[in-house]
């Protein structure tokens, strides 16, 4: 079974980073044809796509969070992170990590959440 946990530091200041890592558990991040996704949602609004990574390590990103943002992977302990600089307080938001196929997402994380306040 296919499972996703995201991680992350809970609470961040304005203007720091922010690293969040989804550990996958039940597949290779490497193998087949899948994308690894990040997505978030801030508190009353709907999901925001924010950027993916393909098995082969591909980087895809949404262009108003491109300059914010980068996407890795630790292949060796089967996880893909998110580093998100600059933060701010609209920042703040519920973060998931997704698995998708053919515009399909399968598996989803339970996601984190992180608030941007001083």
């Known amino acids: 079974q296919v499972q996703l946990q995201e991680s992350g530091p809970g609470l961040v200041k304005p203007s720091q980073t922010v690293s969040l890592t989804c550990t996958v558990s039940?597949?290779?991040?490497?193998?087949?044809?899948?994308?690894w996704h990040w997505i978030r949602q801030p508190p009353g609004k709907g999901l925001e796509w924010m950027g993916a990574?393909?098995?082969?390590?591909?980087?895809f990103y949404s262009p108003s969070l491109k300059s914010q943002m980068s996407l890795s992977r630790v292949t060796g302990k089967n996880q893909f992170t998110l580093q998100l600089t600059s933060v701010a307080p609209e920042d703040t938001a519920v973060y998931y990590c997704?698995?998708?196929?053919?515009?399909?997402?399968?598996?989803w994380g339970q996601g984190t959440q992180v608030t941007v306040s001083s």
């Open positions: 990574m393909s098995s082969s390590g591909s980087t």
């Open positions: 997704a698995r998708e196929i053919t515009a399909r997402f399968e598996y």
């Open positions: 039940g597949d290779s991040i490497t193998t087949n044809n899948y994308y």
